[in-house]
């Protein structure tokens, strides 16, 4: 059974950083693509950035540009989301996500079609 765990949401003011966890199990790491996804309120569910779990290779999204950075460790299973210089903007739920044939997703750029499995979501709010 594929399992998503994120960790490491909160509270943080405008500029500040947080760094989310995704701890995966219940499948073969190096098959799949692993990606965050974020949705805010009233709004739908967008794509932030993904990791191949093969090769490392990455995307990101217009969202994820600039002030993310995703990275894996792929002996512990778990990728993570560097997110610095936050703006109250980023205030959403945030949701790790497994997609298989995980070159393919990183070439099609993981669109939320192709999500196999989702974590539980966490919290992410940052203040102005």
């Known amino acids: 059974e594929v399992q998503l765990v994120e960790s490491g949401g909160g509270l943080v003011q405008a500029g500040g950083s947080l760094r989310l966890s995704c701890a995966a199990s219940?499948?073969?790491?190096?098959?799949?693509?692993i990606g965050w996804f974020r949705q805010a309120p009233g709004k739908e569910r967008e794509g932030v950035s993904c990791?191949?779990?093969?090769?490392?290779?990455?995307y990101y999204s217009d969202s994820g540009n600039g002030r993310f950075t995703i990275s894996s460790d792929s002996a512990k299973n778990t990728v993570f989301l560097q997110m610095s210089s936050l703006k109250p903007e980023d205030t959403a739920v945030y949701y790790c996500?497994?997609?298989?044939?995980?070159?393919?997703?990183?070439?099609?750029?993981?669109?939320?079609?192709?999500?196999?499995?989702w974590g539980q979501g966490i919290q992410v709010t940052v203040s102005s």
């Open positions: 219940g499948f073969k790491f190096d098959d799949y693509a």
């Open positions: 996500a497994a997609m298989n044939r995980g070159r393919l997703a990183l070439i099609l750029e993981c669109p939320i079609s192709i999500v196999g499995a």
């Open positions: 990791i191949s779990g093969a090769d490392g290779r990455t």
